[in-house]
């Protein structure tokens, strides 16, 4: 079975742009998460997706956004880039939501 | 809130030394626990889970046991490889534990294992 596919591997964007991330989650699984890595602040939770439907969300300001598709395939963007965005992004999926995340290799964002 | 606290890192120990990593929580209630790994350039791997007080979770070796008295969930093995050289996080799923989509992570901790 497929892991989960985060596309992506490696971005470089400048200060003010907008980026897509995308995830594709184990076939079967409806549940999809992100979450920010950095050194400084650590593994953070981003948002939670189940069957198109947002389920969480962290706490980040509005210009992080995501959604989920009906094939539960799932992106995420962010909008006016800041340096501080710069991370590794990780996309995690489970088929449901008591079923231990399965993550990605993660998207790694650099902002210029 | 909700938080997981592991000992400061990095540490280092010579193949077949004996490991215990350190992880203490607060949380309402009793949550499921988690330990994951994180070789480089990897994401995160589900290393073992426990869900509820007194289960041992066990994998590769690797053992932590859920301590309800002490809220506590350390990592330990017996003997270390060079291949477990790796980053490890402790998780619980946030305040009400009904989902594991939503983890607070502690800060992790880089081990590395020489030959």
């Known amino acids: 079975k497929a892991g989960v596919t985060q596309t992506p591997r490696y971005l470089i964007k400048t200060r003010g742009q907008q980026v897509t991330l995308s995830c594709s989650p184990i076939s079967g699984h409806r549940s999809v998460s992100w979450y920010q890595q950095t050194p400084g602040q650590g593994l953070q939770f981003l948002f939670e997706y189940f069957s198109e439907t947002q389920r969480n969300k962290g706490n980040f300001p509005g210009r992080f956004s995501g959604r989920q598709f009906s094939n539960s395939r799932s992106e995420m963007n962010v909008s006016t880039l800041e340096l501080g965005d710069s991370a590794l992004y990780l996309c995690?999926?489970?088929?449901?939501?008591?079923?231990?995340?399965?993550f990605g290799n993660g998207t790694r964002l650099t902002v210029t | 809130g909700d938080s997981v606290t592991q000992m400061e890192g990095p540490v280092t120990l010579s193949e077949e030394a004996f490991l215990t990593i350190n992880c203490t929580y607060t949380a309402t209630g009793y949550p499921s626990l988690f330990w994951y790994v994180q070789y480089p350039g990897e994401g995160l791997q589900l290393l073992l889970k426990a869900t509820k007080a007194d289960d041992k979770g066990s994998n590769k070796g690797f053992e932590a046991t859920y301590r309800k008295e002490t809220t506590s969930f350390h990592l330990e093995k017996g003997s270390v490889q060079v291949s477990d050289s790796a980053v490890y996080f402790c998780a619980l799923p946030n305040a009400g534990g009904t989902s594991y989509g939503k983890l607070t992570f502690g800060q992790g901790t880089i081990l590395t294992v020489h030959p």
């Open positions: 995690a999926s489970s088929s449901t939501s008591s079923s231990p995340l399965h």
